[in-house]
């Protein structure tokens, strides 16, 4: 079963090897979802989304809203972004009974990239 929560947050970034309108500062209100794989517990639940929201707002929103995300990462694109909400959150989500799924991260409302476990399984540990 999956279990998806949506988050937004505000930040400036400016694509430094990219050669284009992106190479300027600029910002975004993204849009964030996180996906969670798994079997539901002896609650009925595959994760309580009171408590992925607060690992979510604790590890992610905390460093990432109303931020400079250059000075996290050195390339903000959608993608490198999408990893780096991975690997925060990848082992706080993780249980018995479910883990990570998908990350997707969206600057527009019609253009995201979308990371899945698979890619993390095959080439994200090197990525970013």
């Known amino acids: 079963m999956l279990i998806r929560k949506e988050f937004t947050f505000d930040a400036a970034h400016n694509l430094t090897r990219y050669h284009g309108k992106c190479e300027r500062l600029h910002g975004h209100t993204y849009r964030v979802?996180?996906?969670?794989?798994?079997?539901?517990?002896?609650?009925?639940?595959v994760i309580d989304f009171c408590e992925l929201s607060?690992?979510?707002?604790?590890?992610?929103?905390?460093?990432?809203?109303?931020?400079?995300?250059?000075?996290i990462l050195p390339q903000p694109t959608a993608e490198n972004i999408a990893v780096w909400i991975w690997r925060q959150l990848e082992q706080a989500v993780a249980r018995d009974n479910c883990?990570?799924?998908?990350?997707?991260?969206?600057?527009t409302a019609?253009?995201?990239?979308?990371?899945?476990?698979?890619?993390?399984?095959?080439?994200?540990?090197?990525?970013a």
């Open 54 to 71: 607060s690992i979510v707002k604790e590890r992610v929103l905390s460093a990432l809203d109303h931020s400079y995300i250059n000075e």
């Open 33 to 45: 979802a996180i996906v969670v794989k798994g079997l539901p517990d002896k609650e009925s639940m």
């Open 110 to 127: 019609s253009c995201c990239a979308v990371l899945c476990s698979e890619d993390m399984k095959s080439w994200g540990r090197t990525y």
């Open 99 to 107: 883990g990570l799924e998908i990350v997707e991260v969206w600057e």
